[in-house]
């Protein structure tokens, strides 16, 4: 995924006293949002002091982190802008408010190196660099301070413009047209995975293999108990009645150890009985789709499996693989697709009874898939574990990833070629490098444009739509509910 920021960090150390604010001096200026005030160019120096290679350094920049040191882990920022405008005046704030401003000196300028030292002017912070001198270092929108010794820290820069676009600008962290539903479990009870039939009937398997059933939308549960001796990782329903949940145990440790193999688990009572179907004595199972009542697909590490029979009995079937099926998607009673590590990627026309093989041969990149969608014959939507969004329009032959979609997918489901909904990590800015990351993002031009709310922090697993744009995800202990009313502007 191209990102808007890169960073290459150094080793620096910038330690901050305790700082108690004073009055700020009198401004000439003051900018709506109070980032900035005004001070004379020439206050320290009456004509330009950089070569023209390093006029860049000024800008706004954001602190985006702090590195280093001898464990490499950094620490907390004390602050989060830095100002360099002028003749070599800088600013430091933090929330919009000016910690201190003062001059820069040259202390060495060539081709090759650019080393300042930082002068505080303000007498209304007591805020001081320990390290006054500085290695500056530039790359696309990125600036690193560096200190000379090795054991120090690095501060990592990005220019606050990169977040005023059209591509990042969100007004608010919280948009007018999601509403958050927080769903509770029973205690004691931790979320494996999640299925609603209808936004009233509900499933909830937890990790100790218990399925909790809600007809009621999460206002009241029933657990129900599988008996299952083995790790159950999945549920998949295909009409109101008639479920499964699928596990396994694909490896073991200890001598003598023998991995106990697929479970696939049936209930045709909506959920109130579950009864252990005959599987193959190997693999783990973590993705199940079926094309009709009678034909379905498993699949997951070290087994792809297959019924004839709606799930009584299952059979393995093999493909050419170098890396674990992490999901199984059909379109239709003929096209499906399966997805996974080591940009494996399958495709089905004739209901599963072939698979062509579309991963991509000699790539350049290795995406490990996680996530897939079709909405069309053509277009469709794979998620990955660490880069981007990709999209297809030819079928799936050839995917083109988004430049500015969010990253690590966890969940995605798009109702359109336009609208769609993703979990993943992406950052938004007001415009005035005031920046915060979500979780949840939503799109109404197919990925192009994308627009995220906070309301939820952390992590948000899996998703699942049983109604036009009402959404259903999951955390450790809370199931969330989504409903986005796109008649409104975000």
Same mark, same amino acid.
Not at 166 to 177: C, G, I
Not at 193 to 221: E, H
């Given at each position: 995924?191209?990102?808007?920021?890169?960073?290459?960090?150094?080793?620096?150390?910038?330690?901050?006293? *305790?700082?108690?604010?004073?009055?700020?001096?009198?401004?000439?200026?003051?900018?709506?949002?109070?980032?900035?005030?005004?001070?004379?160019?020439?206050?320290?120096?009456?004509?330009?002091? #950089?070569? @023209?290679?390093?006029?860049?350094?000024?800008?706004?920049?954001?602190?985006?982190?702090?590195?280093?040191?001898?464990?490499?882990?950094?620490?907390?920022?004390?602050?989060?802008?830095?100002?360099?405008?002028?003749?070599?005046?800088?600013?430091?704030?933090?929330?919009?408010?000016?910690?201190?401003?003062?001059?820069?000196?040259?202390?060495?300028?060539?081709?090759?190196? /650019?080393?300042?030292?930082?002068?505080?002017? +303000?007498?209304?912070? $007591?805020?001081?660099?320990?390290?006054?001198?500085?290695? %500056?270092?530039?790359?696309?929108?990125?600036?690193?301070?560096?200190?000379? &010794?090795?054991?120090?820290?690095?501060?990592?820069?990005?220019?606050?413009? %990169?977040?005023?676009?059209?591509?990042?600008?969100?007004?608010?962290?919280?948009?007018?047209?999601?509403?958050?539903?927080?769903?509770?479990?029973?205690?004691?009870?931790?979320?494996?995975?999640?299925?609603?039939?209808?936004?009233?009937?509900?499933?909830?398997? &937890?990790?100790? $293999?218990?399925?909790?059933?809600?007809?009621?939308?999460?206002?009241?549960?029933?657990?129900? =108990?599988?008996?299952?001796?083995?790790?159950?990782?999945?549920?998949?329903?295909?009409? *109101?009645?008639?479920?499964?949940?699928?596990?396994?145990?694909?490896? &073991?440790?200890?001598?003598? &150890?023998?991995?106990?193999?697929?479970?696939?688990?049936?209930?045709? $009572?909506?959920?109130?009985?579950?009864?252990?179907?005959?599987?193959? *004595?190997?693999?783990? /199972?973590?993705?199940?789709?079926?094309?009709?009542?009678?034909?379905?697909?498993?699949?997951?590490?070290?087994?792809?499996?297959?019924?004839?029979?709606?799930?009584?009995?299952?059979?393995?079937?093999?493909?050419?693989?170098?890396?674990?099926?992490?999901?199984?998607?059909?379109?239709?009673?003929?096209?499906?697709?399966?997805?996974?590590?080591?940009?494996?990627?399958?495709?089905?026309?004739?209901?599963?009874?072939?698979?062509? =093989?579309?991963?991509?041969?000699?790539?350049?990149?290795?995406?490990?898939?996680?996530?897939?969608? #079709?909405?069309?014959? $053509?277009?469709? #939507?794979?998620?990955?574990?660490?880069?981007?969004?990709?999209?297809?329009?030819?079928?799936?032959?050839?995917?083109?990833?988004?430049?500015?979609?969010?990253?690590?997918?966890?969940?995605?489901?798009?109702?359109?070629?336009?609208?769609?909904?993703?979990?993943?990590?992406?950052?938004?800015?007001?415009?005035?490098?005031?920046?915060?990351?979500?979780?949840?993002?939503?799109?109404?031009?197919?990925?192009? @444009?994308?627009?995220?709310?906070?309301?939820?922090?952390?992590?948000?697993?899996?998703?699942?739509?049983?109604?036009?744009?009402?959404?259903?995800?999951?955390?450790?202990?809370?199931?969330?509910?989504?409903?986005?009313?796109?008649?409104? +502007?975000?």
């Amino acid at each position: 995924m191209k990102t808007p920021v890169r960073f290459v960090c150094l080793f620096i150390i910038l330690l901050a006293t *305790a700082c108690e604010k004073d009055k700020i001096p009198d401004s000439q200026d003051r900018q709506e949002q109070g980032f900035d005030i005004v001070l004379d160019k020439d206050l320290y120096y009456s004509q330009e002091i #950089f070569q @023209d290679a390093y006029l860049g350094i000024y800008d706004k920049w954001r602190l985006d982190r702090i590195i280093g040191g001898y464990w490499g882990t950094g620490y907390e920022a004390d602050f989060d802008q830095l100002v360099i405008e002028g003749f070599g005046i800088f600013k430091i704030y933090r929330n919009d408010s000016l910690l201190i401003y003062g001059k820069i000196e040259i202390k060495e300028q060539n081709d090759s190196i /650019l080393r300042i030292s930082f002068i505080q002017g +303000s007498s209304f912070c $007591n805020m001081k660099f320990f390290d006054m001198d500085k290695y %500056v270092r530039f790359m696309d929108s990125s600036m690193i301070l560096s200190a000379p &010794c090795c054991d120090r820290y690095s501060y990592c820069f990005t220019k606050c413009a %990169v977040y005023s676009g059209s591509t990042y600008y969100q007004a608010s962290p919280k948009l007018d047209n999601v509403r958050i539903t927080r769903i509770s479990i029973p205690a004691g009870k931790y979320l494996q995975s999640v299925f609603f039939t209808s936004t009233q009937n509900g499933y909830a398997l &937890c990790t100790d $293999n218990t399925i909790l059933v809600t007809r009621n939308g999460g206002f009241s549960w029933k657990e129900c =108990n599988t008996d299952a001796d083995i790790q159950l990782y999945s549920l998949y329903f295909y009409d *109101a009645n008639t479920g499964f949940a699928v596990g396994g145990e694909s490896d &073991c440790s200890g001598t003598g &150890c023998v991995p106990r193999g697929s479970i696939v688990l049936k209930t045709t $009572n909506r959920g109130e009985t579950w009864e252990k179907q005959t599987t193959p *004595a190997k693999g783990k /199972l973590v993705s199940i789709a079926f094309v009709d009542n009678l034909t379905g697909f498993a699949v997951g590490e070290g087994l792809l499996a297959k019924t004839n029979d709606g799930g009584t009995t299952w059979e393995e079937f093999t493909l050419e693989l170098t890396g674990t099926i992490e999901k199984i998607f059909f379109l239709n009673h003929e096209t499906g697709y399966m997805c996974g590590l080591f940009n494996n990627l399958f495709k089905t026309t004739d209901g599963g009874n072939t698979w062509n =093989n579309l991963t991509p041969q000699n790539a350049k990149i290795i995406r490990h898939f996680n996530r897939i969608q #079709f909405i069309s014959e $053509n277009t469709g #939507f794979l998620g990955t574990y660490s880069s981007g969004l990709l999209k297809t329009t030819d079928g799936g032959l050839s995917f083109t990833e988004f430049d500015y979609s969010p990253v690590g997918i966890t969940g995605l489901f798009f109702t359109s070629e336009k609208d769609g909904i993703v979990f993943g990590k992406r950052n938004y800015s007001n415009g005035n490098c005031r920046v915060w990351e979500s979780t949840l993002h939503i799109t109404n031009d197919g990925g192009i @444009d994308w627009q995220g709310d906070n309301k939820v922090s952390g992590s948000i697993n899996e998703l699942g739509s049983p109604e036009k744009n009402i959404y259903f995800g999951m955390q450790d202990r809370e199931i969330i509910k989504i409903e986005v009313n796109r008649n409104l +502007s975000y």
